[in-house]
């Protein structure tokens, strides 16, 4: 493997969340009965004209601005023709040679040494994004083969990078970093599972030092995140053993299968099409101007990586937790409005990345379907702050918060989960420890400082958990005369 | 008096108004006169009478509780078989559409039914609008009502044979090279390519995008000023149309016509049938001597017209026709094995020779190395014709040319593609420029066929064109002659 190096290319398809089709009103949607989703336009009916839905403009030129693209100025669409049954009208509506955006970078972080140390920051290039319209689906049956229009024309982003991927864990932590954006942006929920996110692979490898491009094996059918590293893994793999074995790769598109973790040749590049693109004349080109762009530019969230910095270098969070908060905006969000509410931020950050997701997981809720609000989590943090309650029942107090939904304080009173501070109380609890235990009352004031844990347990188990400890410390070393 | 059936839109509709004549009666009639004269004729692809008489029961109905949608409530208006109407066939002529019903409405359909017009019968035309005789239709050719041995003209042939024959009050064509101007010429009617962008084509099955356009044909001046105002405005449905303002087109009719009138020589060469260069000399001298400028004018780039357009049409046609294959409506061969060919066998049987020969051309010119040889130099011509009429326009109003450089012609009597691609040589220019033209009748052959004047006008100026073309129609009788059936 290290005499060689991978070179490595994606082109990401990811559906735009809009209500609406690219070319016509009809409304976008996943798992309706076939073909509900459909209107002229959609089934391509002789007389039918597409007519741009300017919401999929926005959301491809705010995806250009997030990414430091440069956004076209005028931007028009063009027919790629081919037949197929998948697409109504025999050609595709997409973009040639004027994509909205070209250029820019999608910042990834490769993993660390560990999973508290941050990894390398690197930026992929991206050579462009286009918009196109998304085509049907082909249901094969026994004899048949029958087809559903509800996802023709629903609207697509082709983004793709300049081949300067060099591994499977660039190419994973790049998606894991575009979803991310997309998904912060309302661009897109880049479900894969639904197709709303697909990625083609294009993987060559060479020996170290050359400058030549080997030939390029497109890898298609890459449906999940984790897949697309164990295609490109295994890619890698089986082009090293074929040159090492003294064959050429061939020009091909393979398909992955997950499942096995194996690739089969699909087509050879040889009979790649003629698509004769041509711009399309029932569409008019889009000017793109300067007002527009701030107008959009204003409604773009903050930056994922962005806020992790922020989150270790203002709030003093360890990049352990800064890194888990991030991935999730509404996490993010609500991890924010917590410390808005006078949450100290690492303590908030711990409940929220430890207690809170680890309870979500194992209840399978998702964060905005728990009973626990930024508002809950501001209330214990500041109930264990005032040292009004220990840690353990803090612990007490938030997993009956989960279940019930009910405000720390209110948990605390209603379970009697308060540490005491009445002093004549402890007074009186320190002195029966000591007198039922001389012994280690002796080792104390012989000088044995550690002593001093037994009398302190006593003390708690005669106060059922409620003692202050620090109270309890000042009240025993005073009665003992240390 | 003038039968009913060659009555134009204005006597018509003062008459239903007066309650002299009712919507029923006047399409009872019409579908009698139909009857009598479609063997010869052979003017419709299909024609529901139920379904009229129906809109004509309504159209009496709204009359009769006083809410008349104006001067089209109640006038029979024929559509070529390209305009798509709920519930109605919509073939194009063409075997792969033999079958296909439409499931809605063309935006030009709905304004006519908003406009009250009974939508009469679907009328033929060259298979896909592709032709100049109305010979390519599947279905058989239409005739020509004034020699019934001739073609009608295409691709609009159904169109203007309907209304000369006296089947329908009005109808309506579309115009990809001179599809509405030249039939119209050739049946001796007013016919009007409206700005491209003018009118909607949402529903229109399409030909060439960039080219084609939906417009009207008339008796008169008049009765076109009507159904134009009914169809043009602006259509969100269509991203190519225009928001443009739509005048009262009739109105403008007797207000003040351009004056100042070019002459392409271009447009006067070799291929024009004298005696059709003769009629256009008369109305030159006509407008010259009410007063109007007229003066020589040049568009260099003429003769480079036929080229372009017959690469950039067949271009879109190629793409645009790419959705008939059998897989979702239309003609499906049974004889197929996989998908690939399904689509090559479906195609093979339900297109006909011409639009094959223009989906190959087109395929041909689009194809990787040699797009920029023939595509994209078509369209850099295309800018340098569109240039050289806005040259002329900063001189001129309007332009003044033949429609159609020969008359009616036999039957099959011209069998060579290439020379029929020839007959649209003054009509192609405008459509590359996307402006208004309007073929008027102006004068009739020796052998007593009709000859037609093409005015050509500036973008969005119908109006001033129809005035113009008003002005000469008053001062002669060739509209109000009919044909010998």
Known sequence: MSDFEAVIGLEVHVQIKTASKMFTRVATGYGEPPNTLTDPTVLALPGALPVLNKAALDAIIKTGLMLGCEIATVTRWDRKNYFYPDSPKNYQLSQYDQPVCRHGAVEIELPGASLAVMGEHKKIELTRIHLEEDVGKLNHESNDSLIDYNRAGTPLMEIVTEPVIRSADEAFAFLTSLRQSLIYAGISDCDMEKGQMRCDANISIRRVGEMKLGTKVELKNLNSISYVRDGIVTEIKRQINVVTSGGTIVQETRLYDGETGRSASMRSKEMAHDYRYFPDPDLMPVRIDAEWKVRLAAELPERPFAKQTRFIEQLGLPYSAASVLVRDRALADFFEAAVKLGAKPIAAANWITNDLLRDLAAASLALADSKITAAHIAGLVALVEQGAVSSSQAKEIFADMFQTGDQAAAVADRKGLRQSSDTGALEGWCATAIANDAKSADQVRAGNAKAINALKGAVMKLSAGKANPKLVDEILKRQLGV | ?485
Request: neutral net charge.
């Open chain 2, 1 to 485: 008096m003038v039968p009913l059936h060659f009555q134009t839109i204005a006597e018509l509709s003062g008459r239903l108004e007066r309650r002299e004549l009712s919507a029923v009666e006047l399409t009872q009639a019409l579908i009698a006169r139909t009857k009598a004269v479609e063997p010869r004729v052979h003017a419709f692809n299909s024609l529901d009478e139920t379904d009229a008489l129906a809109q004509a029961v309504a159209s009496d109905a709204r009359r009769a509780a006083g809410q008349s949608r104006g001067p089209l409530d109640g006038i029979p208006v024929g559509l070529k078989d390209v305009i798509a109407v709920t519930g109605q066939p919509l073939t194009a002529s063409s075997k792969i559409l033999q079958n296909f019903v439409s499931p809605y409405d063309a935006t030009v359909t709905r304004n006519l039914k908003n406009a009250g017009a009974v939508l009469f019968g679907r009328l033929n035309c060259d298979e896909f609008a592709m032709g100049s005789s109305n010979e390519n239709s599947a279905f058989g050719p239409a005739a020509n009502p004034w020699d019934t041995t001739r073609v009608p003209g295409g691709s609009s042939g159904g169109s203007a044979a309907a209304l000369a024959a006296g089947e329908v009050i009005a109808s309506l064509g579309s115009d990809t090279g001179g599809s509405i101007r030249q039939p119209a010429a050739l049946c001796g009617l007013v016919g009007l390519k409206p700005t491209y962008g003018l009118v909607s084509r949402y529903g229109l099955v399409a030909y060439a995008s960039s080219l084609d356009q939906i417009g009207p044909f008339g008796r008169t001046t008049e009765d076109v000023a009507l159904v134009l105002r009914a169809i043009a405005g602006h259509d969100p449905l269509d991203s190519t149309s225009f928001k443009a303002d739509v005048p009262d087109y009739r109105a403008a009719l007797a207000g003040p016509a351009p004056r100042r009138i070019g002459i392409p020589k271009e447009y006067f060469g070799e291929g024009l049938d004298p005696e059709i260069g003769a009629a256009v000399e008369a109305a030159v001298k006509f407008y010259r001597d009410r007063g109007c400028e007229v003066k020589e004018v040049s568009l260099p780039h003429t003769q480079y017209c036929l080229d372009a357009y017959y690469v950039i049409a067949t271009a879109e046609a190629s793409s645009n026709l790419a959705r008939f294959d059998g897989v979702r409506y239309g003609h499906r061969s049974k004889a197929a094995t996989d998908a690939i060919d399904l689509y090559a066998k479906s195609r093979a049987e339900g297109f006909g020779a011409e639009v094959k020969r223009r989906i190959i051309l087109g395929t041909y010119v689009l194809s990787s190395g040699y797009y920029d040889a023939y595509y994209l130099r078509a369209q850099k011509v295309r800018t340098l014709i569109r240039q050289d009429f806005l040259k002329a326009f900063a001189e001129v109003d309007t332009l003044l040319t033949p429609t159609s450089p020969v008359p009616a012609f036999k039957i099959g009597e011209k069998a060579d593609p290439l020379a029929m691609y020839l007959l649209d040589i003054y009509t192609i220019g405008v459509n590359l420029a996307g402006l208004p033209a309007a073929s008027v009748p102006c004068g009739f052959t020796s052998g007593g066929l009709p000859i037609g004047l093409q005015l050509i006008g500036q973008p969005f100026k119908e109006a001033d064109l129809l005035a113009l073309a008003h002005t000469y129609e008053q001062a002669q009788e060739w509209s109000r002659r009919t044909p010998n059936l």
